[in-house]
């Protein structure tokens, strides 16, 4: 194949090994957001996804503790017991399931009513599991949950990873780019204590699919240790440059997308304090939208969000006022579903809903997108109350 364009650095089989330049280019944007989470050195690479980032973690933190599973597979290993809450991403269980874990290794933990990872409880279930024969290897927290969008106690979980020597990941796929923003940076305390964070910039920054980095405080080279298997027709270690340029190897891909680039051409554009604004922005158009919520009648917070993740219910005008009857939460689990049919066939809006616990269906309106506007908000609330006025 010939060289699509030529420049000073020979850009040439970059499908499989990926071109110096991008490597540097890669290298920059993860030093700026290890930065961010506290770190001035470190490892890391882009990931497809935060469900890949997640399962890069849990290898890496199963590979530093028994690194004779990388030859000797599951043989090498006692029954391993890893950690995070019921407030968490479902990849959690996939990676597990992946990696020869079994989902049975992941260990539960309770949340509170917002939806974040109760440390007490946490504690109580390492020395259960140890009880019960496994070895605890690590905790995942999550900075940003799905659905309530919580943002667990950092610094509470990492003391108890500290008294118990196990790996601290913050799934923080969701919630990672509040810490672009000065004044909203302190739902994340403590995150600069964990050993790996997985952070999606194609979620709340908007970057085009996907994007979506992980991030190591280790310095040792573990992710190459982990995943490297040195093919000598790729990664040939008499080149005439530094060879340590062929990140290639740390990854379990081989052909790789320059996800990083994305990133990178939108630092440059916008700049920290351009992304900034968006995160900021973000959070006063969900302020401004929890604030309509609570003056118009037949609207209801499920709970005072921290971050844009807005759940609310709509009652229609022949439930107001009747939470007494016995039917009430039945009656109100069924307006969601048949509100959302109505808005995808009117081709108005697409709003998610869910139940959660004990709580009937409601809607998760995720304020993210920096060209809404108020108006947008106030047609959102406006046509909610047209399409359910009837129910
Ligand atoms: C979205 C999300 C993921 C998964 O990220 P993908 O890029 O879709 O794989 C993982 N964890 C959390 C908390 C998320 O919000």
């Not at 479902?90 to 949340?111: E, P």
Request: aromatic fraction near 10%; charged fraction near 25%; include cysteine.
């Amino acid at each position: 194949m010939r060289p699509f364009r030529k420049g000073p650095v020979p850009l040439k089989r970059y499908t499989y090994e990926i071109a110096p330049v991008f490597v540097l280019m890669e290298e920059e944007v993860l030093k700026k957001l290890r930065a961010l989470v506290g770190w001035s050195s470190g490892d890391g690479v882009f990931c497809p996804g935060g469900s890949v980032s997640n399962m890069y973690a849990m290898n890496l933190a199963r590979y530093q503790r028994y690194p004779d599973c990388k030859q000797r597979g599951l043989r090498a290993l006692p029954p391993l017991a890893l950690f995070t809450s019921k407030e968490c991403h479902y990849s959690i269980n996939k990676g597990a399931a992946f990696l020869g874990l079994g989902t049975d290794s992941v260990r539960v933990v309770k949340a509170d009513e917002r939806g974040k990872m109760i440390p007490e409880d946490l504690e109580r279930q390492i020395f259960q599991a140890e009880a019960e024969g496994s070895v605890p290897f690590l905790v995942s927290a999550t900075s940003g949950t799905t659905v309530l969008g919580a943002f667990d106690p950092l610094d509470a979980i990492a003391d108890v990873c500290q008294r118990h020597g196990l790996w601290f990941h913050v799934d923080a796929a969701w919630g990672g780019s509040v810490l672009l923003s000065q004044m909203h940076r302190h739902l994340l305390d403590g995150i600069q204590r964990a050993d790996s964070v997985a952070w999606n910039p194609h979620k709340l920054l908007a970057a085009g699919l996907q994007c979506s980095a992980l991030l190591l405080r280790d310095t040792s080279n573990l992710l190459k240790r982990c995943h490297g298997s040195q093919a000598s027709y790729l990664f040939q270690q008499d080149k005439f440059y530094d060879v340590a340029l062929d990140t290639g190897d740390k990854v379990v891909q081989c052909g790789r997308r320059v996800d990083c680039l994305k990133l990178w051409l939108m630092w440059k554009a916008q700049g920290g304090q351009g992304l900034e604004q968006r995160i900021d922005q973000a959070f006063a158009l969900a302020r401004y939208l929890v604030e309509e919520i609570k003056k118009r009648e037949g609207f209801e917070l499920v709970m005072e969000p921290e971050f844009v993740n807005v759940c609310f219910w709509f009652v229609p005008p022949s439930l107001r006022g009747k939470q007494e009857r016995p039917d009430y939460t039945k009656r109100l689990a069924q307006v969601a579903p048949v509100l959302k049919e109505r808005m995808v066939k009117e081709g108005s809006m697409m709003i998610g809903y869910q139940p959660h616990g004990t709580r009937a269906n409601f809607f998760r309106m995720v304020v993210a997108n920096p060209a809404l506007t108020h108006a947008d908000i106030d047609f959102l609330l406006d046509e909610l109350e047209r399409l359910g006025q009837d129910l």
